[in-house]
């Protein structure tokens, strides 16, 4: 089993940045991939963006040269940093981690993931 626990949501201004954390427990050594989602109200969750084992990083169109995601093995810690912020980036950020492989495209739907955070709230004001 693997525990999730994301932190740094809160409330910024339009333009501003915010770094989002997730820390992982539990198994550990059985995580192949990690990502962020995101949901915003009435919509659906998307892929914001991925981080493989070796590094290898993949971003939602909608974040690529605004968002950084990052890992620190020895903290067991993936980061979401986020800049430029823009009102419609406004959601429920979670955490996930995959221990299996997955297709992009599973992973795009959220199926591809094994583990889940509750979630952090982020709120960009215009």
């Known amino acids: 089993q693997v525990q999730l626990v994301e932190s740094g949501g809160g409330l910024v201004q339009a333009g501003g940045s915010l770094r989002l954390s997730c820390a992982a427990s539990?198994?550990?050594?059985?995580?192949?991939?990690r990502g962020w989602y995101r949901q915003a109200p009435g919509k659906q969750r998307e892929l914001v963006a991925l981080?493989?084992?070796?590094?290898?990083?993949n971003y939602a169109d909608s974040v690529k040269g605004r968002f950084t995601v990052s890992r620190d093995n020895a903290k067991n810690t993936v980061y979401l940093q986020m800049n430029s912020l823009k009102p419609e980036d406004t959601a429920v950020y979670y955490c996930?981690?995959?221990?299996?492989?997955?297709?992009?495209?599973?992973?795009?739907?959220?199926?591809?993931?094994?583990?889940w955070g509750k979630g952090t709230l982020v709120t960009v004001s215009s």
């Open positions: 981080i493989t084992r070796g590094g290898s990083t």
């Open positions: 539990g198994s550990i050594f059985s995580i192949n991939t």
């Open positions: 996930a981690a995959a221990v299996r492989g997955a297709t992009m495209t599973s992973f795009r739907r959220g199926d591809g993931m094994d583990y």
